[in-house]
Nanobody
Framework: QVQLVESGGGLVQAGGSLRLSCAAS????????MGWFRQAPGKEREFAAA???????HYKDFVKGRFTISRDNAANTVYLQMNSLKPEDTAVYYC??????????????????WGQGTQVTVSS
């Protein structure tokens, strides 16, 4: 079993930055593909970014050029650096792990472990 704990969320003004962290425990996630999703009030959970075990990345169009996903396997942690934040980025952000790691998934069903989420609020 893998436990994921997100941190780093908060309230920030538009144009500001936040760095989210996802700390894993229970086992090493170095071979897992990892993703970040977000869910705004009244909306479906949506994919934001993902990273393979070797560090290849994929982003949803609305975060390209603003968000960067990275990982530190020694620390068993994945990060999401968010710059140039917009009010529409307001959501609960979730970290997810794919233990099968065959396809870099952009939908929830690829991922079998989830964190509890961290709130990001961007004020205008």
């Amino acid at each position: 079993q893998v436990q994921l704990v997100e941190s780093g969320g908060g309230l920030v003004q538009a144009g500001g930055s936040l760095r989210l962290s996802c700390a894993a425990s229970g086992r090493s996630i170095s071979r897992y593909y990892m993703g970040w999703f977000r869910q705004a009030p009244g909306k479906e959970r949506e994919f934001a970014a993902a990273i393979t075990s070797s560090g290849s990345t994929h982003y949803k169009d609305f975060v390209k050029g603003r968000f960067t996903i990275s990982r530190d396997n020694a620390a068993n942690t994945v990060y999401l650096q968010m710059n140039s934040l917009k009010p529409e980025d307001t959501a609960v952000y979730y970290c997810a792990a794919d233990s099968r790691s065959r396809i870099l998934g952009t939908t929830s069903h690829f991922y079998d472990y989830w964190g509890q989420g961290t709130q990001v609020t961007v004020s205008s």
